[in-house]
């Protein structure tokens, strides 16, 4: 069956660092695209990044463009999610999403001075 499990969240300064992994399971995963969202406390969930299955062209949500990186070890079977220059309002549970069917239990990311 399909797994997806997220990890690398945590507490983290205003412009500090964060990579998060994404490991999966159970398909052919360089066959699909993945994808990274995340919620926040009374907020609806939403897109953060995307990949294609080879990695080769990835899109992100407007507010962090320039500061986020998506990015993928087919041969591990893992995505990743690199958050630079971190802002308190990227506070949020971020999950990974296998073409928004199945996703992670995901994890948390809290931005805090």
């Known amino acids: 069956q399909v797994q997806l499990v997220e990890s690398g969240g945590g507490l983290v300064q205003p412009g500090g660092s964060l990579r998060l992994s994404c490991a999966a399971s159970?398909?052919?995963?360089?066959?699909?695209?993945m994808s990274w969202y995340r919620q926040a406390p009374g907020k609806e969930r939403e897109l953060v990044a995307t990949?294609?299955?080879?990695?080769?062209?990835?899109k992100y949500e407007d507010s962090v463009k320039g500061r986020f990186t998506i990015s993928r070890d087919n041969a591990k079977k893992t995505v990743y999610l690199q958050m630079n220059s971190l802002k308190p309002e990227d506070t949020a549970a971020y999950y990974c999403t296998l073409q928004g069917h199945y996703w992670g239990q995901g994890t948390q990311v809290t931005v805090s001075s």
């Open positions: 990949i294609t299955s080879g990695g080769d062209i990835a």
């Open positions: 159970g398909f052919a995963f360089s066959n699909y695209a």
